[in-house]
């Protein structure tokens, strides 16, 4: 079974410009999740998405945005990229089908590193 | 609201050492609690999790955590380290009833094992 795939795995941006990241899932969730680790913040939610449908937010500005596909692969962008925003961003897959939603286990992306300049 | 604090941003050990990873979390429902694992250049991947089950859980690589209710802990442990335990932990709690299950995580813990 092919793991949580994210591309590109490594970018480099220059302020103002954006930037959109890749995320497919394990075949059969339908669950998708982004977050964002820093050194400083740890992981942080993005937001979470469900049957194309956004489910979550964390607390982001507008400039962070997402969306989802009918095969469940994701996207994510960041517009007017700022120096703040260089990090890795984590996908996560879970099938909420299975069990009790607060009990599922996310399956990780190896993750897009983003680096703004 | 949820929260997880895990105790020490480093934790330093000899290989063959017992290793202890301290999280407490907050939560004003019974918990889900959750033990992931980065290594370098990696995601991070379930070591174990809590379910109310049972309290002493058992996860890979000769890993386990004890709930303990009485002091919102969920610490985990292993008997005896090893070089290939140097990684990233994470703590994380999700609610179990109401409101969002999305999970909360600790800033994570850095397992550093000396030969």
């Known amino acids: 079974k092919a793991g949580v795939t994210q591309t590109p795995r490594y970018l480099i941006k220059t302020r103002g410009q954006q930037v959109t990241l890749s995320c497919s899932p394990i075949?059969?969730?339908?669950?998708v999740s982004w977050y964002q680790q820093t050194p400083g913040q740890g992981l942080q939610f993005l937001f979470e998405?469900?049957?194309?449908?956004?489910?979550n937010k964390g607390n982001f500005p507008g400039r962070f945005s997402g969306r989802q596909f009918s095969n469940s692969r994701s996207e994510m962008n960041v517009s007017t990229l700022e120096l703040g925003d260089s990090a890795l961003y984590l996908c996560?897959?879970?099938?909420?089908?299975?069990?009790?939603?607060?009990?599922?286990?996310?399956?990780f992306g190896a993750g897009s590193r983003l680096t703004v300049l | 609201a949820q929260s997880v604090t895990q105790l020490g941003s480093h934790v330093s050990v000899s290989e063959g050492a017992l290793v202890l990873l301290r999280c407490n979390y907050s939560?004003?429902?019974?918990?889900?609690l959750f033990w992931y694992v980065q290594y370098p250049n990696q995601g991070l991947q379930l070591l174990l999790k809590?379910?109310?089950?049972?309290?002493l859980v058992k996860g890979i690589n000769g890993f386990e955590a004890e709930f303990k209710k009485s002091e919102t802990s969920f610490h985990l442990t292993k008997p005896s380290a090893h070089m290939s335990d140097a990684a990233e932990y994470f703590c994380?709690?999700?609610?179990?009833?109401?409101?969002?299950?999305?999970?909360?995580f600790g800033r994570g813990t850095s397992l550093i094992v000396h030969p």
């Open positions: 996560a897959s879970s099938d909420p089908g299975q069990g009790k939603a607060g009990a599922n286990v996310l399956t």
């Open positions: 075949s059969g969730h339908r669950s």
């Open positions: 998405y469900f049957s194309e449908t956004q489910r």
């Open positions: 939560s004003s429902v019974p918990p889900y």
């Open positions: 809590y379910t109310s089950a049972a309290t």
């Open positions: 994380a709690v999700s609610k179990g009833t109401g409101g969002s299950y999305i999970p909360t």
